[in-house]
């Protein structure tokens, strides 16, 4: 008589090579959330604003406003939207050139070279930020652009190796691990910038060097740490899905042939419901998380009149408590299953979005609580999405599903903002704005309720892990 998978024996003990390969893994994690946190979520966007804003209005005085516009392919853009415009091409960019990639990465037995290669470009164009000066805003946008896809590009790669390296059982911690490296990683870097641009007096450099330096050191520390997994990680054999290709397609190449399995991955996908169903329900929630990150210091600025040095210390707080968070939701989906786990998560956020629509004016102490509930939850929603979705995807397809898991969540991230900026344009309020991020947890709770997780990955041709 077959046992039932909560009864399976006991995983065996991890293999020394295979214990290697994950560290050379996490690492990656290490290597490009340092960028994220460093150029793209902090400094980049000020500084090419400021770029622009001096190439529009080069005689503009101290505090006044540029009321100048640039030409971008002909098109009238203000200077104080081309980093956010810019950060909507690469993300639509991302979204149209993702399926591609994961075509291709799983018709290639070295993975490992195909991340390096994408990492490599997207750090070299990092660094390549620190040569932004004057008014060259025009290279600065091409820099966002290119390595903005080429970080979505190597995560794609990335995440299908995650099935390789950890079983059903294994995944959550795994990827719970590599998320909380990553965070420690842009912790350590964004602190280390944040002192040299405070400290940009002593050590002799104006605001605009202390600015390039860090984006230098962003790019080159991603570009450096990426090599561990290219030379830690091994080949594997392709694996190809029970309903292979015919062998005439198959003769064609790798490149030749990514188009074509593009379009067979998603007339696929439609055979695996549930698998979409947690994709739709990632995209709800996840637009949520994405907004509440972005709006944060905004709310924490406009609505509650905190102070940028006070912004920039719960910042680095939600990195660091985010380390934490992510290895103890880890552990958690060990303990209950990986499902359960984001719902009590989704049950968090909703918690927090209240929290802070009641949150008094002024009460910096308050606001840093906020900060350490989000860092909580934030590494730990991430971490097991990833895990859990990677349980749901179809042998021989892994780069394909983890392609639209990225596409997808790139596609659709505009959402939550643009509601977040509608409520605010109707109310005149971040706090009802703020608010309105509810709906996304909800709802994507709800989808997330309708998915059933063993009939998933019985459709994916997957083991059953103890627990979902």
Not at 387 to 392: A, K, N, P, V
Request: with cysteine; proline share 5%; hydrophobic share 55%.
């Amino acid at each position: 008589m077959s046992r039932s998978p909560a009864a399976r024996a006991p995983v065996a003990p991890v293999p020394p090579e295979l214990r290697r390969e994950r560290r050379a893994w996490y690492v990656y994690d290490w290597a490009n959330s340092a960028y994220v946190t460093t150029t793209g979520t902090v400094l980049f966007a000020p500084y090419l604003t400021a770029v622009a804003t001096a190439a529009a209005c080069p005689d503009l005085a101290d505090g006044a406003t540029c009321d100048a516009t640039l030409s971008v392919l002909g098109v009238p853009v203000a200077p104080g939207s081309l980093a956010l415009y810019t950060t909507t091409v690469s993300t639509a960019l991302s979204a149209l050139l993702l399926p591609l990639v994961g075509a291709l990465c799983d018709r290639v037995v070295r993975k490992r070279l195909l991340l390096g290669a994408f990492a490599l470009v997207g750090a070299a164009a990092a660094a390549a930020m620190a040569a932004v000066t004057g008014t060259d805003w025009q290279l600065g946008v091409v820099l966002q652009v290119v390595a903005g896809a080429s970080l979505g590009a190597s995560l794609v790669v990335y995440n299908a190796l995650l099935l390789d390296l950890a079983g059903p059982d294994e995944r959550d911690a795994v990827s719970s691990r590599g998320w909380a490296l990553g965070y420690l990683g842009g912790f350590l870097l964004l602190a280390t910038n944040l002192a040299v641009v405070s400290g940009r007096d002593a050590l002799g450099l104006t605001e605009a060097e202390a600015v390039r330096v860090s984006l230098l050191s962003a790019g080159v520390w991603w570009g450096v740490f990426s090599l561990v997994p290219v030379l830690g990680l091994r080949d594997r054999p392709l694996v190809r899905p029970p309903d292979d290709e015919p062998a005439p397609a198959r003769r064609r190449g790798a490149l030749a042939g990514s188009a074509g399995e593009l379009v067979r991955t998603l007339r696929h996908a439609r055979g695996h419901p549930m698998t979409l169903l947690l994709l739709a329900a990632f995209l709800l929630y996840n637009d949520g998380v994405q907004t509440v990150i972005y709006a944060a210091s905004l709310f924490g600025t406009v609505e509650l009149g905190l102070a940028q040095a006070q912004l920039i210390t719960a910042i680095l707080l939600v990195q660091a408590v985010a380390f934490v968070g992510a290895l103890v939701f880890g552990a958690l989906a060990g303990r209950f299953g990986a499902r359960r786990t984001v719902l009590w998560s989704l049950v968090a956020w909703t918690a927090v979005v209240a929290a802070g629509f009641v949150l008094p004016p002024g009460r910096f102490g308050l606001f840093l609580l906020l900060a350490v509930a989000i860092g909580l939850v934030l590494g730990g929603t991430q971490a097991i999405s990833r895990s859990l979705y990677s349980q749901l995807v179809p042998v021989g397809r892994e780069a394909q599903y983890f392609s639209l898991y990225q596409a997808a969540e790139r596609g659709t991230s505009w959402v939550g903002t643009l509601v977040f900026g509608l409520v605010y344009q109707l109310t005149g309020s971040y706090r009802p704005a703020v608010a309105s991020l509810v709906v996304f947890f909800v709802l994507g709770g709800l989808l997330l309720l309708r998915v059933d997780v063993r009939r998933g990955i019985a459709d994916a041709g997957r083991e059953q892990p103890r627990r979902v």
